[in-house]
């Protein structure tokens, strides 16, 4: 089950700790820093997504986009994205489980939550543009995809 959390977000963060120290002799300079960064408080409606479905689809896939078959490399080691076939929010309230998720880079994860892609029950990849496979969803063995959430995203997609 989905839950939500209300939080409160403040952001504390000041772009000049030290406005005094800049543009000392510059009046231009020091009536713009004298009135720092605006900011906003607000409140927030946020997903809790389960850690466990996140750790166990990279692990499965060992961080491998299941689309383009790439890992992104950063500093702290190989990255991944993990996407919702049936999205959780509103308004597919999609559930968070492993059967609906899929491991991809950020910009395979953009082009199916826009439905720039989406797949066959046959798990081919389709290029909304065109049509056109343009190959087989990468696939592991522990990694069931339950077809339910498949049809549901091709369906909202290409209505
Ligand atoms: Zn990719």
């Not at 000041?14 to 009046?27: K, M, N, V, Y």
Request: a neutral charge; proline letters at 6%.
């Amino acid at each position: 089950m989905v839950q939500f959390r209300l939080e409160k977000i403040t952001d504390a963060e000041t772009l000049l700790d030290r406005p005094q120290d800049i543009g000392a002799d510059d009046p231009e300079l020091k009536s713009a820093t004298a009135d720092p960064v605006s900011r906003t408080e607000r409140v927030t409606r946020q997903l809790n997504r389960k850690a466990s479905v996140v750790r166990n689809i990279k692990k499965w896939h060992n961080n491998v986009c299941q689309v383009c078959h790439t890992t992104i490399e950063l500093p702290g080691g190989p990255a991944s994205e993990v996407a919702h076939i049936q999205g959780l929010g509103e308004p597919h309230n999609g559930p968070d489980r492993e059967e609906n998720a899929l491991c991809l880079c950020p910009n395979d994860h953009l082009r199916f939550d826009y439905g720039a892609i989406y797949l066959t029950d046959d798990l081919k990849v389709i290029d909304a543009k065109t049509g056109q496979a343009i190959g087989a969803l990468r696939t592991h063995p522990r990694h069931s995809i339950d077809l339910r959430y498949v049809r549901q995203h091709r369906s909202y997609w290409t209505k």
